[in-house]
């Protein structure tokens, strides 16, 4: 039996840091990139802090996300902010992991 390559995965390890709603996203993910429009991200970890003036990351208030390829894990935070802002964070993980996948957010 002959196999044929019909696609080489390629894979991207990449890091970066994005600013949204108040909180600095530190990223740092792998992904198979063979269709930049829809990447698979194999490995994320977002180190997430509340900012403070001039968008200064504030490390008494952060947390710590991480995404194993099926599901969202940590997100212990080392002093709980208020829940509104947690879930403001929380929702700007989501969003960059989204972005990523559908090769909308490209960190380099």
């Not at 991207?12 to 792998?30: C, E, L, Q, S």
């Not at 990351?57 to 208020?82: L, V």
Request: net charge negative; charged share 30%.
């Amino acid at each position: 039996m002959k196999l044929k390559v019909m696609q080489k995965r390629v894979e991207a390890d990449v890091n970066g840091i994005v600013i949204i709603n108040g909180f600095v996203h530190v990223v740092t993910y792998k992904a198979d990139i063979s269709d930049p429009k829809n990447a698979k991200v194999l490995l994320f970890h977002d180190h997430v802090a509340k900012c403070t003036h001039d968008d200064v990351a504030d490390e008494s208030c952060a947390a710590d996300y991480g995404h194993n390829g099926s599901t969202f894990t940590d997100g212990r935070w080392n002093s709980i902010p208020d829940i509104e802002e947690q879930t403001v964070a929380y929702k700007g993980v989501r969003d960059i992991y989204f972005a990523i996948e559908r090769g909308e957010l490209v960190l380099e």
